[in-house]
């Protein structure tokens, strides 16, 4: 039986960084399912089953609507909607697949560009929900919720999966760690005239168990590490290759609130 040399070593691990940096780089990272990490990456997910109890007041609401829907996918996992249910998006990929996933449903995607103010009138939702927006806009929130209107959220929480962001970028300064805080969602809220019924947070072991799931990750979660591409991050990219395949899955911890609030009567 022969022996491996450190060269050929290193050459075997080469070729598996080229072939998992190359896979990862072709797939589409279109929509907002991550089911292409599938035994690739494991992330906790946290105890309030967003996507439950979401369901849960969509089936008790009138008129809803989901703003920054991604692909549509989790609000098209109630299993059911209100007789008028609305949803934005402003990436034209998301867009089209929402369009083709909700449509069916009933529910009519409406093209944003995610600022102030909501093409919407006063009043015009009593249930109002966003899984992962990249900005709150509370003040428009507060004005299209009727009286007694809830506006019902999961959000990322301050220094999210950034074991992972300062490995590429370095050290961030304390503000930018600090960004997101459920704190300021409430103070924010509340300044807006809504009444914040529940707020709870959760850190959420994250788990990467090859090079490639971590290009997939940053391919698609664009804002974690600005302007990602595998070019530019290359020796960054070898390194951690190297240090999942000696030391085992590169692990971060994610950051997750859910905050609810209602408009008073």
Do not use: C
């Not at 924010?188 to 788990?207: I, P």
Request: avoid cysteine.
């Amino acid at each position: 039986m022969s022996e491996q040399s450190p060269a050929d070593g290193s050459q075997a691990s080469d070729a598996r960084f080229d072939a998992l940096v190359a896979e990862a780089a072709a797939v589409s990272v279109d929509g907002w399912d991550f089911s292409w990490l599938d035994g690739r990456a494991t992330e906790e997910r946290p105890s309030w089953g967003y996507a439950r109890a979401m369901a849960d007041r969509m089936g008790r609401a009138r008129a809803a609507l989901d703003i920054q829907t991604g692909g549509g996918e989790v609000l098209a996992s109630a299993p059911e909607l209100p007789p008028l249910t609305v949803a934005t998006e402003s990436w034209p990929p998301n867009i089209a697949r929402a369009t083709a996933l909700l449509h069916p449903r009933g529910a009519v995607v409406v093209a944003d560009a995610d600022e102030p103010p909501l093409p919407f009138g006063d009043s015009a939702f009593d249930l109002v929900v966003s899984r992962h927006p990249v900005t709150t806009w509370w003040d428009e929130i507060a004005r299209v919720l009727t009286p007694g209107g809830t506006y019902f959220s999961q959000q990322v929480g301050p220094a999210s999966v950034f074991e992972l962001v300062e490995y590429f970028l370095g050290p961030q300064p304390p503000e930018v760690r600090a960004g997101r805080d459920p704190r300021r969602a409430r103070a924010d809220a509340e300044a807006a005239g809504l009444d914040v019924v529940d707020l709870r947070s959760e850190r959420l072991r994250t788990e990467f168990f090859d090079i490639g799931a971590v290009v997939y990750f940053l391919r698609k979660v664009i804002w974690m590490v600005p302007g990602f591409t595998v070019e530019a991050y290359l020796p960054q990219l070898r390194s951690l290759h190297r240090h999942i395949e000696a030391e085992g899955p590169f692990v971060a911890y994610s950051a997750r609130f859910l905050v609810e609030a209602r408009k008073p009567l």
